[in-house]
């Protein structure tokens, strides 16, 4: 990306337009290990090296964040009574005013993208991609392999005569309680819990695993978080330009 160098310094929280130009003039910034003290001059982030008192600047666009999301926080960027995931996070990686990416329930756990890319966001979300998502799920009643060919046939929602899109349901445990993975297409508001409503169970646990092929990094503690690896990027189609470490 071409732009001013006071552009990319201040975008990337170094200071203000107006202090910066004042350390270019004291030599504070070098391009190239060349001395410049013109902070409007035009340089190149993917060519040009920038110093800027004696640190380089890694110029970032976007940040992508995987997040275990605990219970008791909602999936927003504020709230008027709740923490949300965004004030979890670093006050480096506020920066960017970052956005979950979908949302998990307040007592949901679990995998949450958060990034600044309006773009990734949409692919992912979108009705037409039908990205899978896959939850592990600790319900009260049995599950059956009814309910298995239930799921995949697809559950009507009664509050709206909805019938879900096809979902994979996998039992792990059966029994008193059941638990079991669910993969589904869409996003409906409460979607797993309403489509194990629809035939008389009622989840206990919920966590998200999976979201299309990006999978939840299980060494993540709940609150945590970890920026995607350049791998992740490319599962995602993300600016993988803008990887950081």
Same mark, same amino acid.
């Given at each position: 990306?071409?732009?001013?160098?006071?552009?990319?310094?201040?975008?990337?929280?170094?200071? /203000?337009? @107006?202090?910066?130009?004042?350390? #270019?003039?004291?030599?504070?910034?070098?391009?190239?290990?060349?001395?410049?003290?013109?902070?409007?001059?035009?340089?190149? $982030?993917?060519?040009? $090296? &920038?110093?800027?008192?004696?640190?380089? #600047?890694?110029?970032?666009?976007?940040?992508?964040?995987?997040?275990?999301?605990?219970?008791?926080?909602?999936?927003?960027?504020?709230?008027?009574?709740?923490? $949300?995931?965004?004030?979890?996070?670093?006050?480096?990686?506020? =920066?960017?005013?970052?956005?979950?990416?979908?949302?998990?329930?307040?007592? /949901?756990?679990?995998?949450?993208?958060?990034?600044?890319?309006?773009?990734?966001?949409?692919?992912?979300?979108?009705?037409? @991609?039908?990205?899978?998502? $896959?939850?592990?799920?600790?319900?009260?009643?049995? &599950?059956?392999?009814?309910?298995?060919?239930?799921?995949?046939?697809?559950?009507?929602?009664?509050?709206?005569?909805?019938? /879900?899109?096809?979902?994979?349901?996998?039992?792990?445990?059966?029994?008193?309680?059941? %638990?079991?993975?669910?993969?589904?297409?869409? *996003?409906?508001?409460?979607?797993?819990?309403?489509? =194990? =409503?629809?035939?008389?169970?009622?989840?206990?646990?919920?966590?998200?695993?999976?979201? *299309?092929?990006?999978?939840?990094?299980?060494?993540? %503690?709940? *609150?945590?978080?970890?920026?995607? /690896?350049?791998?992740?990027?490319?599962?995602? *189609?993300?600016?993988?330009?803008?990887?950081?470490?």
């Amino acid at each position: 990306m071409k732009l001013r160098i006071d552009k990319m310094l201040s975008n990337i929280g170094l200071g /203000t337009r @107006k202090q910066i130009k004042q350390d #270019a003039k004291k030599g504070l910034i070098k391009i190239n290990d060349v001395i410049e003290k013109d902070s409007s001059k035009i340089i190149d $982030t993917e060519k040009d $090296t &920038v110093k800027y008192k004696g640190e380089t #600047a890694e110029y970032v666009q976007y940040i992508y964040l995987m997040m275990n999301k605990p219970q008791g926080v909602v999936s927003a960027t504020e709230d008027n009574y709740d923490r $949300t995931v965004i004030d979890l996070l670093d006050d480096e990686d506020k =920066f960017y005013e970052p956005f979950p990416v979908g949302r998990l329930d307040k007592d /949901t756990e679990g995998l949450l993208l958060i990034t600044n890319d309006g773009q990734l966001a949409h692919n992912l979300l979108s009705p037409k @991609k039908h990205v899978d998502k $896959t939850y592990y799920v600790e319900v009260a009643e049995e &599950v059956t392999q009814d309910d298995v060919k239930s799921f995949r046939e697809g559950v009507i929602l009664t509050e709206e005569n909805y019938k /879900t899109l096809p979902a994979e349901l996998h039992i792990i445990q059966s029994g008193y309680p059941s %638990k079991c993975y669910v993969t589904i297409k869409e *996003g409906k508001f409460h979607q797993v819990k309403r489509m =194990f =409503f629809a035939i008389n169970n009622e989840v206990t646990y919920l966590k998200r695993v999976s979201m *299309g092929l990006l999978k939840l990094d299980e060494s993540l %503690k709940l *609150g945590e978080y970890r920026h995607l /690896t350049q791998d992740e990027l490319n599962i995602l *189609g993300g600016h993988s330009s803008t990887y950081r470490e």
